[in-house]
Structures are given as structure tokens and as C-alpha cells.
């Protein structure tokens, strides 16, 4: 892969904010609970690999590459 046609955004230092993964897959699993007063959505997320801190992971109930999602949908 030609390097020089990607170019992933920067912080005001140069640093990389994102990076591209090392060519595994990412996986990760939800469940989640849906039509709350038919307009809320919950998700609970774990991450299930590239745990390592160079990820920058979230962690949640101190379980890492865990995390929740709110989202909000209208449907007519």
C-alpha cells in the first residue's frame, strides 16, 4: 500500500489522531435494547480484539474495550 495516498488527520503537534490497524480483522459484539419509548435505542459494546493501549480503548465496570452507546431514531 502506497502510504503517501493515505493521510490520516493530525493534531496540532503533527501526531496521528487514528491509525490504521495491523491487518487483522476488527471484531466486536452488542446487544442492545430498542423502541424505549419508541425513540431511544441502548447498546452495550465490547470490543473483542486490539485491546492494547496503542488503541486508545475505552473501558467501562473496569471490563476493557467495553462501552455503551445511546442513540435516538424517528421512524413514521
Not at 488503541?55 to 467495553?66: A, M, N, P, R
Request: charged content about 20%; cysteine-free.
Amino acid at each position: 500500500m502506497d502510504n503517501s495516498l493515505l493521510q490520516l488527520p493530525t493534531d496540532s503537534n503533527g501526531k496521528a489522531t487514528t491509525h490504521i490497524l495491523n491487518g487483522n480483522l476488527y471484531i466486536e459484539a452488542s446487544i442492545g435494547v430498542t423502541n424505549i419509548l419508541k425513540f431511544f435505542r441502548v447498546d452495550l459494546i465490547k470490543r473483542l480484539n486490539y485491546l492494547d493501549e496503542k488503541y486508545e480503548v475505552t473501558s467501562l465496570f473496569g471490563q476493557i474495550g467495553l462501552t455503551v452507546r445511546f442513540s435516538a431514531k424517528f421512524d413514521f
